[in-house]
């Protein structure tokens, strides 16, 4: 059924340079101009978020954050963080100051580690399930120390301390906490106790069950049906003015992307040909099915990057786009992240014709049924 009244949020990722899968540039350092440049296209065309990721070899989060939420006015940074590299109570305060410098426009996405040896590199040999283990615990010292400035101690298998005292509180009083993942652990623990879970672009079926799951799940903790997670799913759209050459777009992206790939100069060469983490054997498997899943749903990306992260296309004109997203929208996303292959040109494109697109579909449902705008 279509839904109305849906605050739909726009997600995108930004990274420190314009290194990309198209044109990679290994190695390349901080190019300051293009992340505020990016930052500012962005905040312009009404994306309502950024993720700023994660590798055991990359850039710091919190640094490009700081800086995108100081030349931005709107736009709220969601900070990647594994548990492993930061004591939470240290997390917490880090979290919080950023939360006041930028107002309350903080989000954090936890990652508890889907490769053992991506882990590895910065000293955690933790097994799959105790890094869900120790994510749980990491969250539920975050909330309690952005609830209140009183002392409190801690002792369990993972952390162990005491008298911790947070004098940093956030602006809103929590800050939103974003889980993503395709395993059993990854529903329990966002289902318990996240804000926000995070999934990958998999066929309408698939995306329902994994959002059933969620809810079940929050609700085996006891949370009611306006507490559940808000669902956040991601897609790599290929847009262009008509089908053909949208369609056209899209084999040259794939022809660079095995290209890129062969040579060694992509993140995702380095990754073992069977990955552990569930989401990317799911995409796999989906993969072999066909190359156009739904309305636009574009597999061949994924395999041609052995499902190294988020990496289903949707492929069309705008409307097709625009189509395939609300359908999203209908299931029960409520954050749409979107980003491209080249990511400022296609940022500026998104922006133009994929975000309004979406709101006014969304908007004319809204005063259909006399509930107002809300997109």
Do not use: C
């Amino acid at each position: 059924m279509p839904r109305t009244s849906n605050p739909v949020e726009f997600i995108s990722i930004t990274y420190a340079n314009d290194s990309n899968e198209l044109n990679p540039k290994p190695g390349a350092p901080v190019d300051p101009e293009f992340v505020v440049r990016y930052a500012r296209t962005l905040d312009d065309n009404k994306f309502n978020y950024t993720l700023v990721p994660y590798g055991s070899g990359g850039f710091d989060p919190f640094a490009l954050a700081a800086t995108i939420a100081a030349v931005t006015k709107n736009i709220k940074v969601i900070i990647a963080l594994r548990p492993n590299t930061i004591f939470p109570t240290v997390a917490a305060r880090k979290l919080s100051t950023l939360d006041q410098l930028s107002r309350g426009r903080v989000v954090v996405h936890f990652i508890a580690g889907g490769n053992d040896a991506e882990q590895a590199r910065e000293g955690d040999y933790l097994s799959k399930a105790d890094r869900y283990g120790r994510l749980e615990d990491y969250i539920k010292i975050l909330r309690r120390a952005w609830t209140s400035s009183e002392p409190f101690d801690w002792d369990s298998k993972y952390y162990k301390f005491a008298g911790f005292s947070n004098q940093v509180l956030p602006v809103n009083g929590q800050i939103p906490v974003s889980v993503g993942g395709s395993s059993d652990d990854a529903y329990r623990i966002g289902g318990a106790l996240a804000d926000i879970f995070g999934l990958w672009g998999e066929p309408l079926k698939e995306t329902k069950e994994q959002i059933d799951r969620i809810y079940a799940a929050a609700a085996a903790a006891g949370r009611p049906e306006g507490d559940r997670p808000r669902i956040w799913v991601t897609f790599r759209p290929i847009i262009a003015e008509t089908e053909d050459l949208a369609w056209a777009k899209a084999h040259r992206t794939l022809d660079a992307l095995k290209t890129n790939r062969a040579e060694g100069k992509l993140r995702v060469s380095a990754v073992a040909a069977d990955p552990q983490n569930v989401g990317s054997q799911r995409l796999l498997e989906i993969a072999k099915r066909g190359d156009v899943q739904d309305r636009a749903l574009w597999y061949p990306t994924v395999t041609a990057t052995n499902a190294g992260g988020a990496s289903t296309a949707l492929v069309g004109s705008p409307q097709t786009i625009i189509d395939s997203l609300v359908d999203y929208v209908d299931l029960g996303a409520d954050l749409i992240s979107i980003r491209g292959y080249d990511n400022l040109s296609d940022a500026i494109d998104y922006g133009r014709w994929v975000l309004p697109g979406v709101r006014k579909v969304l908007a004319e449902r809204d005063n259909a049924n006399g509930h107002g705008v809300h997109a």
